[in-house]
């Protein structure tokens, strides 16, 4: 079943909305591509964790 941004697994609870929004979008993608669930989710946080890591530093870069 998809994610939302109200509806998403227990383990993206504690990430910052903007990083859980994007893990979403990750497991929501590897799903679709036939991962499984759990598989999905480990995968989504750490990418999208890596995703704000990597938009922070650029953030800091333009300023």
Do not use: F, Q
């Not at 990430?15 to 591509?33: G, H, M």
């Not at 946080?45 to 990597?54: G, V």
């Amino acid at each position: 079943m998809p994610w939302s941004s109200e509806y998403y697994p227990k383990s993206m609870s504690r990430l910052p909305d903007n990083v859980r929004i994007k893990a979403v979008e990750i497991a929501n993608a590897l799903l679709a591509a036939g991962m499984d669930d759990d598989k999905a989710i480990r995968i989504a946080i750490a990418k999208a964790k890596e995703w704000a890591s990597h938009r922070d530093h650029h953030h800091w870069l333009a300023e």
